[in-house]
């Protein structure tokens, strides 16, 4: 083969070969992406899930807390009726615990105190229910506690690659 030849060759090749590693580049870009998609897609419904939760968890909390209120002002005939509620809403309260306790271990990287938070704040009522007394302002400090917490733990569930 000549000089000559050589070059007209790799002149037609070198297109051809661009192409070609242009094509391999391109499906292993694409798989990349779809696994970083399938990735997010998963922390995105952890996060979403536990978000949910933690709502659910809160606003039982504040219902709990709207009916002591209330039954610290009650007579006995209300009071009864308000202890009735207070029942039903704490078994929902401390399933959500425990639904979010059981997400937690699902992702032991994820270093929390949420469980306690919510522990207290589960013991903080069940202790205000059985004296219908307490302090409302540091039940309201645990509760801003959890909060803190649940929102550290919803941001890791979207920054971890599980």
């Not at 870009?29 to 970083?36: A, G, L, M, N, R």
């Not at 219902?63 to 209300?78: G, I, R, V, W």
């Not at 929390?112 to 409302?136: A, P, Q, R, W």
């Amino acid at each position: 083969m000549t000089l000559n030849e050589i070059k007209i060759i790799s002149e037609i090749s070198t297109p051809f070969l661009v192409f070609i590693f242009g094509i391999i580049l391109l499906r292993k870009t694409e798989q990349i992406k779809s696994s970083v998609n399938r990735s997010s897609d998963f922390s995105v419904k952890w996060a979403n899930e536990f978000f949910e939760v933690y709502r659910h968890f809160l606003n039982e909390t504040e219902e709990t807390m709207n009916l002591l209120f209330h039954l610290q002002q009650a007579d006995e005939k209300e009071g009864d009726k308000i202890v009735e509620k207070l029942r039903n809403v704490l078994v929902s309260l401390t399933k959500s615990e425990l639904h979010m306790s059981i997400m937690l271990s699902s992702f032991p990287k994820i270093e929390s105190n949420l469980n306690k938070h919510s522990h207290d704040i589960i013991v903080s009522l069940y202790e205000m229910i059985k004296t219908k007394k307490g302090n409302f302002d540091d039940l309201k400090l645990i509760v801003a506690n959890f909060s803190n917490s649940a929102r550290n733990v919803h941001g890791e569930l979207l920054k971890h690659d599980y």
